[in-house]
């Protein structure tokens, strides 16, 4: 997908590693993460990159689904000299229409800070926060 200025692809080879390990490394959700461990983490999941018409990567996100039932919606960013031209909703929009993500029973999130945006596409609290479990 393209505008005048940016591009999204899902195509691995497209994915920067290093842009993408940067930005985690100094991310509040993903402190403490390796190279290794992002590299992996790429591996099984469907990324989505976001990149200037020069080819370089100023955002990302990545799904990590069954395909058929569930999603999880992780490590999402602009760089902060691109944020506030619509980005973040562009690729939220990008993702949510992707064709082997449709039909999924449910989408789940995590955010300390970015309610409002998430809320926009239909993320909500949970209904029942007490029926979920995680293993930390």
Known sequence: ???????ISTEPHKMDV????????????????????????????LNFGVFTLEGSQIGFARVITDYATFAYLADVYILEEHRGKGL?????????????????????????????????????????????MQNV
């Open 18 to 45: 290093e842009a993408i390990y940067a930005y985690l490394s100094r991310s509040y959700w993903a402190e403490g993460r390796t190279k290794s461990t992002v590299e992996k983490s790429l591996q099984h999941s």
């Open 88 to 132: 973040r909703i562009w690729l939220m929009e990008t993702i949510l229409a992707h064709p082997d993500l449709q039909g999924l029973r449910r989408w789940s999130f995590a955010t300390r800070d970015a309610h409002r945006l998430y809320a926009q596409f239909g993320f909500t609290l949970l209904p029942k926060p007490e029926i979920w």
């Open 1 to 7: 997908m393209i505008n005048n200025y940016y591009t």
